[in-house]
């Protein structure tokens, strides 16, 4: 993430913009969802990722976002990186902020499309809503969608790209697990 000295800041079209207070639903989905990838972390697991949270991905000279949750198979980046990212993500998951909900509907979904990022997850903590893309011939579409609220979610889910694990959304939305 960039950082000014005053607060978190994003490049987003070239212009400086203020990233929102971390809220506490926000946190406890994004702690949630990266409790639940961990293991895809570890090489003695269904591993091969490397899984970061509040990353900065640079996409060009004037698009820098810093992502929720971010992967990068291991294969194509076989060692630690360190700083901002400028390799493409495989994966990325963003966490809607109320009043910030276009960026991520909207601008990063525009931009990872364009970018080629294969799989793109959006998560609203306050609809209990995940939606799950996948790049299919430069468009994405959905692979997995639910609202928590409507569907009861009482087996865990496989979502791509992480279809060698299962996913405890009843944990990821807060339930104790």
Known sequence: MLQSEEERVELIDGEI?????????????????????ARLKRRNGPGGWWIMPEISVKYSETQCPSHDLAGWRRERVPRRRTGIMDVLP?????????????????????????????????????????????????KYHVVFSMERRVEAVSEPVRIPPFEDIEIDLNYVFGEEG
């Open 17 to 37: 913009v203020k990233r929102p207070m971390a809220r506490s639903d926000h946190a406890l989905v994004q702690s949630g969802i990266s409790d639940e990838v």
């Open 90 to 138: 495989n994966w990325v998951c963003e966490i809607t902020s109320p009043g910030h909900e276009r960026k991520d509907l909207f601008h990063h979904f525009m931009l990872l499309q364009r970018n080629a990022v294969p799989y793109y997850w959006v998560i609203s903590p306050e609809d209990e809503t995940l939606i799950a893309y996948r790049l299919v011939d430069g």
